[in-house]
């Protein structure tokens, strides 16, 4: 199916909020499409680390109607020949660097992956670009080229079957034990994990292993007291792990990264 644009725009990022480089996207963005509508999904990321942007766009997307163009960079690798993708998935475009970043939503068998070509980035780039700035440079006005309807998804380069895939292991299931990791902390020191409620369904009594801490599973925060540990699946269905009124992170001595398991408790 081709691509029908709302005219709708995320921005993921890893600048934080010091400097203008985030309201400068949008300036060339609404130069080039000044009826866009632009969404601030984070731009609070983990600097240099695609595997954390990555994550909240493939679980935060499907919130946005069908036409939508997700415009992401995190992109310790700008300047070089790292390549930059698009990927038509499920009615949505995703636009950013080839690093890994999209590579969750490219391993769908749905997926259509392309990488921008030479032409298309010197139709559409900005006359003095950069090494350093291509979220500035070649993404935002092709992110509005789309939006506008100046450009296709079809035109925007060759479909690319060796994209970079996945560069943190994926959840090791087993019978009775369930390993992951730590991917990204939130504003409160919660602590966010690649296991979902389905890779741990078939164990009856799960317990969480977290910074040699056992810790059990909770429905929502309240259900412990304060300065207790607790896991709960969350509401992108991933497991979480706090400390009731506390910071978790801080509480563990743990952060992204670090291992975490979920066990039978008949193991503990």
């Known amino acids: ?13 890893d600048f934080g909020h010091i400097g203008p480089f985030i309201g400068v996207m949008k300036g060339v963005i609404l130069g080039h499409c000044p009826n866009v509508t632009i969404v601030d999904l984070t731009h609070e990321c983990l600097v240099h680390w695609p595997v954390e942007a990555g994550f909240w766009i493939a679980r935060s997307y499907s919130f946005f109607p069908e036409g939508t163009i997700h415009l992401a960079v995190v992109d310790p690798g700008v300047g070089t020949q790292r390549g930059l993708l698009i990927i038509h998935f499920r009615g949505h475009l995703f636009i950013g660097p080839n690093n890994g970043l999209f590579s969750e939503i490219a391993a769908h068998d749905d997926a259509l992956v392309r990488l921008l070509s030479p032409s298309v980035i010197s139709a559409f780039k900005l006359d003095n670009d950069s090494n350093t700035f291509h979220g500035r440079d070649i ?80 429905r929502t925060y309240g259900n412990v007291e304060p300065g207790k540990f607790l896991a709960l699946i969350n ?34």
Request: proline share 5%; glycine share 8%; net charge negative.
């Open 1 to 13: 199916m081709s691509f029908k644009p709302s005219r709708l725009i995320t921005l993921t990022t």
């Open 139 to 218: 993404l935002s006005p092709i992110a509005a080229a789309l939006a506008a309807e100046r450009l296709r998804f079809e035109d925007c380069g060759p479909m690319c079957e060796d994209w970079v895939g996945d560069i943190i292991e994926m959840p090791e299931i087993l019978s009775r034990v369930v390993t992951g990791q730590v991917v990204t902390i939130d504003n409160f020191g919660n602590l966010i994990t690649n296991i979902a409620r389905d890779d741990f369904s078939h164990i009856k009594e799960p317990q969480v292993l977290a910074g040699g801490e056992h810790i059990s599973l909770k």
């Open 235 to 268: 509401s992108i269905e991933m497991l979480e792990i706090a400390c009731s009124e506390r910071n978790a992170t801080e509480a563990l001595g743990i952060g992204r990264g670090s291992p975490i398991k979920v066990i039978e408790k008949s193991m503990g």
